[in-house]
């Protein structure tokens, strides 16, 4: 079973069909709009009119689970969108990376040593 074309809009970032499932923690999970029977690592079903629950196979329990005759496997769109690549590293920080020119543990400006700021209650 496939979303139909109701449940099913463009991608913001890439402009590739996605649909939205909710997952067993109650958030909701995009995910790609043709079923991936080899890779997918959610099992979707639909519920009633528009709703689609959906639950991982990655998870501890999925051997134990057998799998329902309805549900499908599907992709999760963060894992397939060309528009969003999250950044290998994160970016720094100003006063809190160690600039190589400074030795470790001196108080030039810039060298990361921080002192915490604490207010008194009173």
Not at 61 to 72: S, V
Not at 90 to 112: C, K, N
């Amino acid at each position: 079973m496939e979303p139909n074309r109701r449940e099913v809009r463009a991608c913001d970032a890439c402009q590739k069909l996605i649909f939205f499932a909710l997952t067993e923690n109650g958030s909701w999970q995009a995910l790609d709009a043709k079923p991936d029977p080899q890779r997918g690592t959610i099992a979707a079903y639909r519920q009633g009119v528009r709703r689609w629950l959906c639950r991982s196979l990655l998870a501890d329990d999925a051997d134990q689970r057998p799998a329902h005759p309805l549900e499908r496997r599907f992709t999760p769109h963060a894992q397939t969108c060309a528009g969003r690549k999250p950044s290998a590293t994160q970016p720094t920080i100003p006063g809190f990376a160690v600039e190589p020119s400074a030795p470790p543990g001196s108080s030039q400006p810039g060298s990361g040593n921080v002192i915490p700021f604490r207010r008194r209650r009173g």
